[in-house]
T-cell receptor, first 113, second 113 residues
Framework: KAGVTQTPRYLIKTRGQQVTLSCSPI?????VSWYQQTPGQGLQFLFE???????NKGNFPGRFSGRQFSNSRSEMNVSTLELGDSALYLC????????????FGEGSWLTVV | GEDVEQSLFLSVREGDSSVINCTYT??????LYWYKQEPGAGLQLLTY?????DMKQDQRLTVLLNKKDKHLSLRIADTQTGDSAIYFC?????????????FGKGTKLSVIP
C-alpha cells in the first residue's frame, strides 16, 4: 500500500510569491494534517482536514490556507511568501479519529529567497 | 497548556541500549508517539502507545509510559549506526472532533561505532 505522497519535494520561491503544496494520503485515509518544521520552532501544527472540511487550525497567519478534495488529496497554499516561511512542510495522513495512527510523508522543502 | 519536552542529544556506543526520555503535560492525551527523522527525510512512525497502557514492545523498541509522572521513554536495544537520527516524541491531543500532534524538539541520537 502506497504511503503518503507529497509534491514537490523541493522548491525555491521569491519573497512575495505564493506556493501550493500537494499531499496524497494513504488510500482509505480521510484525514490530512499539515505541519511546518523549522530549526527554530520545531514541528508546528498548521491545520487538519477531514472529508473536505477544515476541522482544526493552528496558530498561523491567514496567508497559510489549505483545502481537501473529494478524493482526500489536500493542498496547502502560502501567499505573499516571507523569508521565515522557509521550512519543511509535512503532511500527515490518518483515518481521522484521535485514536488512529498518524503517518507522515517525506515533506516538501520550501526555500524563500 | 500543551508542552512536550525531550533532551536534545544522546550519544551511545554501537551494541548498547539507548533510552530517550520525554515528558508531556496534557492529561487527556490519547496516543503518544515516537517518530524517527533521518537527514533530509520526513517522519517515520516507529511506535505508539495508548495512554491507558504502561508498556509496549516491538522488536528492538520498548516504550514505557508513566502516566502519573507524564513520562514516556523509548528504549532501543542493540543500537546500530543506522539508528543515528533525530527522535521525536509527540502526543495526540483531541478536541472538538479533531486532533493534532504536539511534538517535542527532538533528541539527536548519535551512535558511535
Amino acid at each position: 500500500k502506497a504511503g503518503v505522497t507529497q509534491t514537490p519535494r523541493y522548491l525555491i520561491k521569491t519573497r512575495g510569491q505564493q506556493v501550493t503544496l500537494s499531499c496524497s494520503p494513504i488510500s482509505g485515509h480521510r484525514s490530512v494534517s499539515w505541519y511546518q518544521q523549522t530549526p527554530g520552532q520545531g514541528l508546528q501544527f498548521l491545520f487538519e482536514y477531514f472529508s473536505e472540511t477544515q476541522r482544526n487550525k493552528g496558530n498561523f497567519p491567514g496567508r497559510f490556507s489549505g483545502r481537501q478534495f473529494s478524493n482526500s488529496r489536500s493542498e496547502m497554499n502560502v501567499s505573499t511568501l516571507e523569508l521565515g516561511d522557509s521550512a519543511l512542510y509535512l503532511c500527515a495522513s490518518s483515518l481521522g479519529r484521535a485514536e488512529n495512527t498518524i503517518y507522515f510523508g517525506e515533506g516538501s522543502w520550501l526555500t524563500v529567497v | 497548556g500543551e508542552d512536550v519536552e525531550q533532551s536534545l542529544f544522546l550519544s551511545v556506543r554501537e551494541g548498547d541500549s539507548s533510552v530517550i526520555n520525554c515528558t508531556y503535560t496534557d492529561s487527556s492525551s490519547t496516543y503518544l508517539y515516537w517518530y524517527k527523522q533521518e537527514p533530509g527525510a520526513g517522519l517515520q512512525l516507529l511506535t505508539y502507545i495508548f495512554s491507558n497502557m504502561d508498556m509496549k514492545q516491538d522488536q528492538r523498541l520498548t516504550v514505557l509510559l508513566n502516566k502519573k509522572d507524564k513520562h514516556l521513554s523509548l528504549r532501543i536495544a542493540d543500537t546500530q549506526t543506522g539508528d543515528s537520527a533525530i527522535y521525536f516524541c509527540a502526543e495526540s491531543i483531541s478536541g472538538a472532533g479533531s486532533y493534532q500532534l504536539t511534538f517535542g524538539k527532538g533528541t539527536k541520537l548519535s551512535v558511535i561505532p
